[in-house]
């Protein structure tokens, strides 16, 4: 298992070694494996196989002295690795010395200090060793601690620790970089681009979840795409099936038209022909009534003429004789006047003469 991991780390080397100058997200993705390995693979052996095999194999503890002088010198160029840009004009160098020392430091162990265990432990012990190992493997840091101690009983505590805050950071910048991919996805999607390869950075745990976010965040964006495509199919057809039932509807709207000009011609022939009917009607009822009219007219001219001489001449008559009785009136009137007025002086004569014959006889 730690030779798998040497080789592992080798790979990554070679990846490095052959990119480009300017690859620098290349070769910040490669950095970025090759910290979480050497960290993982750096705390395992120092928890686990170097206490081992200082307390069962003889003449191995310089060897691992060695190995952990070794290790702290990797691990502070990891962590100057881990937080600096690939852009730096140190970054190159600093990989460089960090692959040499490594080299150097795996050609040891696999040289030296493996055969010896090999020969010491049998098989029994190797395969329990290398489940430990395995089994630390899931706890280990994920990034390099070079001030925590790196022997027994500290680094079992710390290391521990550390594990478990790697790995809640790892999981929190995963969730972050997904966020971000998932938001520049959807950026892509509506300006039509196509979406480039966004690589993930960090351990292999914040990669996975970035990569868990970003794909399940992609599988709901093309479900929405699908839905709206065949939303848009469903459109499209209604459109076509509109258009045709709108050229079905505007061709029977066209016979309507013709059968509807035809029938207003029918229409309004019959009603020119109605309407000569009806003038020609109207100048003879017309011609009818003024003619009886004139007709009326004399008539009633004569009847007032015949009525008006024949009131003038009663009219005529009564006058005469209202004239005549007046003047009979006047005549007897005048006669009995003349009559009374006699008498009156008669008497009034007679009663004189009877009061002065009586005075005469007084005296």
Same mark, same amino acid.
């Given at each position: 298992?730690?030779?798998?991991?040497?080789?592992?780390?080798e790979?990554?080397?070679?990846?490095?070694?052959?990119?480009g100058?300017r690859?620098?997200?290349?070769k910040?993705?490669v950095?970025?494996?090759i910290v979480e390995?050497?960290?993982v693979h750096a705390a395992?052996?120092e928890q686990?196989?170097y206490p081992?095999?200082?307390?069962t194999v003889?003449?191995?503890?310089?060897?691992?002295?060695?190995?952990?002088e070794?290790?702290?010198?990797?691990k502070?160029?990891l962590?100057?690795?881990d937080?600096?840009?690939?852009?730096d004009?140190r970054?190159?160098?600093k990989?460089t010395?960090?692959?040499?020392?490594?080299?150097?430091h795996?050609?040891e162990e696999?040289?030296?200090?493996?055969?010896?265990v090999?020969?010491e432990?049998g098989?029994?012990?190797?395969?329990?060793l290398g489940?430990?190992?395995?089994?630390a493997?899931?706890?280990?840091p994920?990034?390099?601690?070079?001030r925590?101690?790196d022997?027994?009983?500290?680094n079992?505590v710390v290391?521990a620790?550390?594990?478990v805050?790697d790995?809640?950071?790892d999981?929190?910048?995963?969730?972050?970089?997904?966020?971000?991919s998932?938001?520049?996805?959807?950026i892509?999607?509506?300006l039509?681009?196509?979406?480039?390869?966004?690589m993930?950075?960090?351990s292999?745990?914040?990669?996975?979840?970035?990569e868990?976010?970003?794909?399940?965040? *992609?599988?709901a964006?093309?479900a929405?795409i699908?839905?709206?495509r065949?939303a848009?199919?469903?459109?499209e057809?209604?459109?076509r099936?509109?258009?045709?039932?709108g050229?079905?509807?505007?061709?029977?709207?066209?016979?309507?038209?013709?059968a509807?000009?035809?029938?207003?011609?029918?229409?309004?022939r019959?009603?020119?022909?109605?309407?000569?009917?009806?003038?020609?009607?109207?100048?003879?009822s017309?011609?009818?009534?003024? *003619?009886t009219?004139?007709?009326a007219?004399?008539?009633?001219r004569r009847?007032?003429?015949?009525?008006a001489k024949?009131?003038a001449?009663?009219?005529?008559?009564?006058g005469?004789?209202?004239?005549?009785t007046?003047?009979?009136?006047?005549t007897t009137?005048?006669?009995?006047a003349?009559?009374?007025?006699?008498? *009156?002086?008669?008497?009034?004569k007679?009663?004189?003469r009877?009061?002065?014959?009586?005075?005469?006889?007084?005296?």
């Amino acid at each position: 298992m730690l030779k798998d991991d040497h080789k592992k780390v080798e790979q990554l080397f070679k990846r490095f070694e052959s990119a480009g100058e300017r690859a620098h997200v290349e070769k910040r993705n490669v950095v970025d494996r090759i910290v979480e390995e050497l960290s993982v693979h750096a705390a395992i052996e120092e928890q686990l196989f170097y206490p081992v095999v200082r307390a069962t194999v003889p003449g191995t503890e310089d060897i691992t002295l060695e190995s952990l002088e070794e290790h702290n010198i990797v691990k502070w160029v990891l962590s100057d690795l881990d937080s600096m840009s690939p852009e730096d004009e140190r970054f190159d160098a600093k990989v460089t010395v960090l692959i040499e020392n490594v080299r150097h430091h795996v050609d040891e162990e696999e040289s030296e200090l493996f055969p010896k265990v090999r020969d010491e432990l049998g098989r029994s012990a190797l395969g329990d060793l290398g489940d430990a190992l395995a089994e630390a493997k899931k706890t280990a840091p994920t990034h390099p601690h070079p001030r925590s101690p790196d022997t027994p009983p500290g680094n079992l505590v710390v290391g521990a620790a550390a594990g478990v805050a790697d790995r809640i950071g790892d999981t929190v910048s995963g969730l972050a970089q997904g966020g971000v991919s998932v938001l520049a996805d959807l950026i892509d999607t509506v300006l039509r681009r196509k979406r480039p390869r966004r690589m993930p950075q960090g351990s292999q745990v914040a990669r996975s979840t970035a990569e868990r976010v970003r794909s399940g965040a *992609t599988d709901a964006t093309e479900a929405a795409i699908e839905a709206a495509r065949n939303a848009q199919r469903t459109g499209e057809r209604a459109v076509r099936k509109a258009r045709a039932t709108g050229s079905s509807a505007q061709t029977g709207a066209k016979r309507t038209a013709r059968a509807a000009k035809q029938g207003g011609s029918r229409t309004a022939r019959a009603v020119r022909s109605g309407a000569k009917g009806t003038a020609t009607s109207a100048r003879r009822s017309a011609k009818r009534t003024t *003619t009886t009219a004139k007709r009326a007219a004399t008539t009633t001219r004569r009847t007032a003429t015949s009525a008006a001489k024949g009131t003038a001449t009663s009219a005529r008559r009564s006058g005469k004789r209202t004239t005549t009785t007046a003047k009979r009136a006047a005549t007897t009137t005048r006669r009995t006047a003349r009559g009374a007025a006699k008498g *009156t002086a008669s008497t009034a004569k007679r009663s004189v003469r009877n009061t002065a014959s009586t005075a005469t006889s007084s005296r």
